[in-house]
Structures are given as C-alpha cells and as structure tokens.
C-alpha cells in the first residue's frame, strides 16, 4: 500500500482532457513539494513535472500540476496516444525520512 | 548531454552478492545527487536512498537500510548498489536517476534524468 493514493486508472478519448489525484498527508504533499513522473510501458520514468507545478524543458503545455494542502493533481489536456502509460506522484516524507511515490495510474487513450 | 547508463541484466542465486552500476556523464559527477530506485515487475516505484557522489554522503530509506549499500567511485564517475546475500524478494528492476545539486537538500529532490534499469532476477 503506497503512502500517497492515486487512482490505480485513467483514461479518455484523443484531445479530450483527463485529471490524475494525488492524496497525502501533512507529513509529505502539504509541506513538501510534489513531483510527477510519467512512464511510458517497458520504459524508465521521466520527469514530468517538478515543484509542484513546473515542467521541464520539453514538456508540453499540455500537462500542467496543481496542489492544494494534503493532494495534488496532474491534468492532461489534448490527449495523444503517446501519453498512454503510468504516472506516479511522488514527494518527501519527514515522518517516515524518505522519498514516497504514489501507487501509479495507467493511463490509457481510448 | 547528460546521461546514466547502467550496468546489464544479472541472474544470480538466492545468497549470492551482487553490485551493480550506474554512469554519469555530461555533468560534474560530484556534485549531483544520484538515488537509486526499486521497481518489482508490474509493480510500482520504491526508493532505495541517495548518494552524494562528491563525499559519498548517502541516505538510506529505512526499509532498505541494512539491506543494500550504496557507493561511488568519484574517478570513472560511476555509483554502485550492492547486495552481500540476496534474496528472491530482490528480485526486480534497479533504476538510478540524477537530482539536485545542493548538497543539503536530499529531500524534495525531482529526479530529471534516469537510467534505463538493471533487471536483477534472483532465483534458485
């Protein structure tokens, strides 16, 4: 069971938009900050969204992050076929001293 | 460019050591961050601890501490996991990724750039 609860799936036609929760506690989402990483299937993870709400160089428009005391959300707009895979969020815990990642959400483009 | 490139697929018996690799380059080695991070097959995102190459300062996540040990060779860029006596629960891809550069700040690192995964399959 991971510390921080995403939906175990997504999913939404092409150029539709879909949103992908986070939830925590106060130990980890509401005073840290919160990053997203998205890996495509058989494929290492990618950074996606760091800080919250930053992209890196690279990273669409399309995908933009939020975060709002205890949860964080990921939005994807304009779905492509090459946004399918899974995306874990991830933060710092102070109560158990290490990094935590979500369980992972398979997106799938319909 | 930056990258890190690991070490290839290992097969190895239930109490047998293990280390495995993960190469910097296109950056100042010392300086940066390197985590090192589980993935069981099917499964999701675990991490293991970081290594500050620069004074091979590590931290550990208490579920991996005692378990594995984290190293770096400053002078061929290269950090290492290691195993003395594995288990089939070992069993799994290792990952390592680049973080910050500070080197008080282990915590709420994004990590920017990753390997593309040791699978490490142990099985008598």
């Known amino acids: 069971q991971s510390v921080l609860t995403q939906p175990p799936s997504a999913s939404g036609a092409p150029g539709q938009r879909v949103t992908i929760s986070c939830s925590g506690t106060s130990s980890n989402i509401e005073n840290n900050l919160v990053h997203w990483y998205h890996q495509p299937s058989g494929a290492a993870p990618k950074l996606l969204i760091f800080?919250?709400?930053h992209r890196p160089p690279g990273v669409p428009d399309r995908f933009s992050a939020s975060k709002s005391d205890t949860s964080a959300s990921l939005a994807i707009s304009g779905l492509q076929s090459e946004d399918e895979g899974d995306y874990y969020c991830a933060s710092w815990d102070d109560t158990l001293k290490r990094h935590v990642f979500g369980g992972g959400t398979k997106l799938t483009v319909l | 460019e930056v990258q890190l490139l690991q070490s290839g697929a290992e097969v190895k018996k239930p109490g047998e050591s293990l280390t495995i690799s993960c190469q910097g380059s296109?950056?100042?080695?010392?300086?940066?961050?390197i985590t090192w991070v589980r993935q069981v097959p099917g499964r999701g995102l675990e991490w293991i601890g970081i290594i500050y190459p620069g004074v091979s300062e590590t931290r550990y996540s208490p579920s991996f501490q005692g378990q594995v040990t984290m190293s770096a060779d400053k002078s061929i860029n290269t950090a290492y996991l290691q195993w003395n006596r594995l288990k089939a629960s070992d069993t799994a891809r290792y990952y390592c990724?680049?973080?910050?550069?500070?080197?008080?700040?282990?915590?709420?690192?994004?990590?920017?750039?990753w390997g593309q995964g040791t699978m490490v399959t142990v099985s008598s």
């Open positions: 800080s919250n709400r």
């Open positions: 296109g950056y100042t080695f010392t300086n940066y961050w």
């Open positions: 990724a680049l973080g910050g550069s500070d080197i008080k700040t282990y915590y709420n690192l994004a990590f920017d750039m």
